[in-house]
């Protein structure tokens, strides 16, 4: 599967912006989507994942509340809704997947998932 992000950009704090993550390819019908970011000197870190047709749903603690994970099946995406962006949520976006169903022991895990994108930059000023 190949995995296409974008919808990354420079945005006011306070403001939203939406990521998409194009998927083609075979994909696995029990799979799991997860958003990941990367900050300078930082390690990547999950953001957000969902367990494709299962409806679950899991957010890091930093985000819940603001940010949103969603799929239209329809057109093979996943997107990120981000909402009252802060400075610290600046970062390389990626998008990733995962060829099982994530819980929430493993969603987080960047070894979980075997497929990723090449990212998007998110700058919050």
């Known amino acids: 599967v190949q995995l296409v992000e974008s919808g990354g950009g420079s945005v006011q704090a306070g403001g939203s912006l939406r990521l998409s993550c194009a998927a083609s390819?075979?994909?696995?019908?029990?799979?799991?989507m997860g958003w990941f970011r990367q900050a300078p000197g930082k390690e990547r870190a999950g953001v957000a994942a969902m367990v494709t047709g299962a409806g679950i749903t899991f957010y890091a603690d930093s985000v819940k509340g603001r940010f949103t994970i969603s799929r239209d099946s329809a057109k093979n995406t996943v997107y990120l809704q981000m909402n009252s962006l802060k400075p610290e949520d600046t970062a390389m976006y990626y998008c990733?997947?995962?060829?099982?169903?994530?819980?929430?022991?493993?969603?987080?895990?960047?070894?979980?998932?075997?497929?990723w994108g090449r990212g998007t930059q998110v700058t919050v000023s």
């Open positions: 390819g075979y994909t696995y019908s029990r799979n799991s």
């Open positions: 990733a997947e995962a060829r099982r169903y994530c819980y929430s022991g493993s969603w987080w895990n960047p070894l979980t998932y075997s497929s």
